[in-house]
């Protein structure tokens, strides 16, 4: 599997990314700095945490319009997956490749701490190698995390099962104590309707290694390289 991390001005887990994609890849993405119009044909396109452009405007609103952007948009429409991580996330969603959008925390402080998260589909590239329900711990490390979208928009990912992960207790149990950000519904990552992009405020490659302290995450990628070999 062939991957490239799309590098932004103010991103700091695009190295974080890249060293988890080659230890369960076997080969070292490429990476495409965000004025790049053009990179190589690669199978994922991710979209790391930060800053991007100082998180002016809006989280993700400028760099969803740099050149690098306009070449993902145009790849994930022909089905090359896709994977945004908290800025990345916030990326996709101001470049309408996801639905919804991400608002201030509902304690408008700066959040970063270790969460549960409930794997709520095993069924797609990105979550195949967990199994449904099963519970993560994993950080997230973000300020404007609370996922939002109107009342027919719920309804559409969940009747599209487009829900990847929700903040859960320990247990599993979904609970507005286990919210961190306050996210509807405890959204915590979402697919795009065929499931070829994924959006989520955890930091999976934060503990995707023993060294790191867990490898609650590393399942993510594994899930990715073992659907694209």
């Known amino acids: ?3 490239a991390v799309i590098v932004f001005p103010g991103s700091n887990c695009d190295r974080d990314v890249a060293v988890t994609l080659e230890q369960v890849s076997g080969r070292k993405p490429h ?42 948009a145009a790849r994930a429409e022909k089905g ?6 908290c800025n990345g996330f916030q990326i996709l ?12 925390n509902k304690t408008l402080t700066y959040i970063c701490k270790d969460v549960n998260l409930r794997v709520e589909t095993s069924q797609s590239l990105f979550t195949n190698a ?4 099963q519970t993560l711990r994993i950080p997230v490390a973000h300020h ?7 009342d027919e928009g719920r309804r559409r990912l969940e009747d599209n099962g487009q829900i990847a992960f929700r903040y859960c ?16 519904s405890n959204i915590a990552g979402v697919f795009n309707r065929t499931k070829t992009v994924l959006g989520l405020m ?8 023993r060294q790191l302290g867990g490898t609650d995450g590393r399942g993510l990628f594994e899930s990715i390289c073992g659907a694209l070999v």
Request: aromatic share 8%; charged share 20%; net charge negative.
């Open 169 to 184: 207790a320990p247990d599993g149990a979904v609970t507005p104590e286990a919210n961190p950000n306050g996210s509807l």
């Open 1 to 3: 599997m062939q991957a």
């Open 93 to 104: 969603t101001e470049a309408k490749l996801l639905p919804g959008a991400l608002l201030p």
């Open 202 to 209: 955890p930091h999976p490659e934060r503990l995707a290694d």
């Open 31 to 72: 990476m495409v700095w965000h004025k790049e119009t053009e990179f190589p044909k690669v199978d994922l396109i991710v979209l790391p945490g930060g800053f991007s452009y100082g998180d002016y405007l809006r989280c993700g609103a400028m760099a969803a319009h740099s050149p690098a952007m306009r070449e993902t």
């Open 130 to 133: 967990y199994e449904e329900g």
């Open 144 to 150: 404007d995390g609370c996922y939002s979208i109107d």
């Open 80 to 85: 090359v997956p896709v994977l945004g991580i």
